[in-house]
């Protein structure tokens, strides 16, 4: 597992020094604060590599209270110490986006029931499973995981056809040729807006738009009852409850991916013979 072998390397040099390492013991884990828990199948998967005994005595998604005991292992002190930091910080960041994208899902669904928070592929490069699953475990969805399981037209697309005739024929061409896809396009103004609403687009994805201007798109649903309308563009926990009072369906965000880790205690103890 390369998240343990990057920290483990060949040997604990500590551990090892110390002479300990075939002593038995046990390590705990628990949050300082109340916590959207996730990292539990990645923590897992350490564990068994580990070969320790385990218990989870909470999962995934779970709201954690603070002092709660998520999981508890046993095994000799080396294998302890060769899982404590991983399994930690798998659980830290992990849970730290879990409950962030949390946050911004309760505030949403108080002005805007039925809205749904989903994130960008903004994620840090090598990292997006481990985030996207926890933006899933606080309530989130995944936006886009990539650029192949989803239509999305960005301005720099639209760069390569500047004649009109052209872009019509290609944005057509495009709803052919991918009839079960929605062909979502990011825009920047109304008039813009309603311009792709009438070449058929699914969803409008407004860019960084004010409050007043978003609400003028969301209007364009009553004309286009097919269109969907989503907001994106610097909206976080703080200010998320404004955009989804605008009516809304979707609220696209990178924020959850620079939430601040929970904090999670270790407990680590000697075996009594």
Same mark, same amino acid.
Do not use: W
């Given at each position: 597992m390369d998240l343990l072998r990057e920290d483990s390397g060949?040997?604990?040099?500590?551990?090892?020094?110390?002479? =300990?390492?075939? /002593?038995?013991?046990?390590?705990? *884990?628990?949050? +300082?604060? !109340?916590?959207?828990?996730?990292?539990?199948?990645? #923590? /897992?998967?350490? *564990?068994?590599?580990?070969?320790?005994?385990?218990?989870? *005595?909470?999962? $995934?998604?779970?709201?954690v209270e603070a002092g709660q005991t998520i999981a508890e292992c046993k095994g000799d002190a080396k294998s302890l110490h060769r899982a404590w930091k991983t399994a930690q910080n798998i659980f830290e960041y992990m849970s730290?986006? #879990?409950?962030?994208?949390?946050?911004?899902?309760?505030?949403?669904?108080?002005? $805007?029931? !039925? =809205?749904?928070?989903?994130?960008?592929? +903004?994620?840090?490069?090598t990292a997006k499973e481990l985030m996207l699953k926890a933006v899933m475990d606080g309530g989130g969805v995944v936006h886009r995981l990539g650029l192949f399981d989803s239509v999305l037209i960005f301005e720099q697309h639209?760069?390569?056809?500047?004649?009109?005739?052209?872009?019509?024929?290609?944005?057509? +061409?495009?709803? +052919?040729?991918f009839v079960e896809k929605k062909i979502i396009v990011e825009v920047e103004s109304y008039e813009q807006a309603r311009y792709f609403a009438l070449l058929g687009a699914d969803v409008l994805q407004c860019e960084k738009m004010s409050p007043s201007l978003l609400l003028k798109c969301v209007g364009l649903k009553k004309e286009f009852g097919h269109l969907k309308v989503s907001a994106t563009g610097g909206i976080n926990a703080s200010n998320v409850a404004e955009f989804a009072a605008c009516g809304v369906d979707a609220i696209v965000t990178s924020s959850p991916y620079h939430a601040k880790p929970a904090d999670i205690k270790v407990i680590m103890k000697e075996e009594q013979k």
């Open positions: 060949y040997f604990d040099l500590t551990t090892f020094g110390l002479g =300990i390492g075939e /002593k038995r013991g046990s390590i705990s *884990f628990a949050p +300082k604060a !109340d916590t959207i828990l996730s990292g539990c199948d990645e #923590a /897992k998967k350490v *564990f068994q590599e580990c070969e320790l005994e385990y218990i989870f *005595f909470q999962k $995934n998604g779970a709201f730290g986006i #879990a409950t962030y994208t949390h946050e911004m899902v309760q505030k949403a669904r108080l002005v $805007n029931p !039925d =809205i749904t928070i989903a994130t960008t592929r +903004k994620n840090f490069p639209l760069v390569f056809l500047q004649n009109e005739e052209e872009l019509i024929n290609s944005f057509q +061409k495009l709803k +052919k040729s």
